[in-house]
């Protein structure tokens, strides 16, 4: 297991950051409610500026390389849930298994509640970033955004889209869902970049 519970250190000097509030509990924070998706219809595909396309099923995505990490959980309404402990695909293989062109920028995840979020292809890479399939050595649960989601530990976590379906590779910058709606693009939580 890799912990990454002290990754804040690159960003300020306290684990919570400001404004954040600490809980034990899990909220559920969901745009519409949660899709019913089961595992045996799912594909996850990637396209846009890459050599090589994916797609793959289920079964598929769990048999890459996988790690499992103890990180942090910072949600831009003020929780923050510490140790969570969540097993998948480093955003980093995808990108060496899609040959990613040299003049990919930037990504949107896409879910399947029609929620987009949007991260710099250098973000991406940062450490941390999964494509998660279990919590706590479990299934991810349904409203956690199972069967797969991505989770940042280095944002606010509208940046970890829930239910993605699929990563798209740009050369330039777009905004996603909430991106577009006033929150911040680069949502450093200890810079508590909120709302752009
Ligand atoms: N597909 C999808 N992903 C999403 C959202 C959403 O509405 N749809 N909400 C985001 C927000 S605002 C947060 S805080 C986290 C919440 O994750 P949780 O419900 O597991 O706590 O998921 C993010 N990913
Ligand atoms: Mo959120």
Redesign the pocket.
């Known amino acids: 297991m890799k912990d990454l519970t002290d990754l804040y250190r690159g960003y300020g000097d306290d684990r919570l950051p400001p404004g954040q509030r600490e809980t034990d509990r899990?909220?559920?924070?969901?745009?519409?409610g949660t899709p019913s998706w089961t595992p045996e219809e799912w594909t996850f595909e990637v396209w846009g500026a890459v050599s090589d396309p994916l797609a793959y099923t289920y079964e598929e995505f769990r048999d890459l390389p996988a790690e499992t990490h103890l990180q942090d959980f910072h949600?831009?309404?003020g929780w923050s849930k510490f140790d969570c402990q969540f097993t998948g695909v480093p955003f980093a293989e995808i990108v060496d298994r899609a040959g990613v062109r040299e003049e990919a920028e930037h990504v949107m995840f896409h879910?399947l509640?029609g929620?987009t979020t949007d991260l710099s292809l250098s973000e991406c890479l940062e450490d941390g970033v999964l494509f998660a399939y279990d919590y706590d050595g479990e299934a991810l649960p349904g409203?956690?955004?199972g069967p797969l989601r991505v989770v940042t530990p280095q944002k606010y976590?509208?940046k970890?889209?829930?239910?993605v379906t699929g990563v798209e590779f740009l050369t330039e910058p777009e905004r996603g869902y909430?991106e577009l709606r006033g929150y911040s693009d680069s949502a450093n939580p200890w810079a508590e970049e909120r709302y752009s």
């Open positions: 899990f909220p559920v924070l969901s745009k519409s949600c831009v309404t879910s509640d929620y409203d956690h955004g976590a509208y970890g889209a829930k239910w909430w």
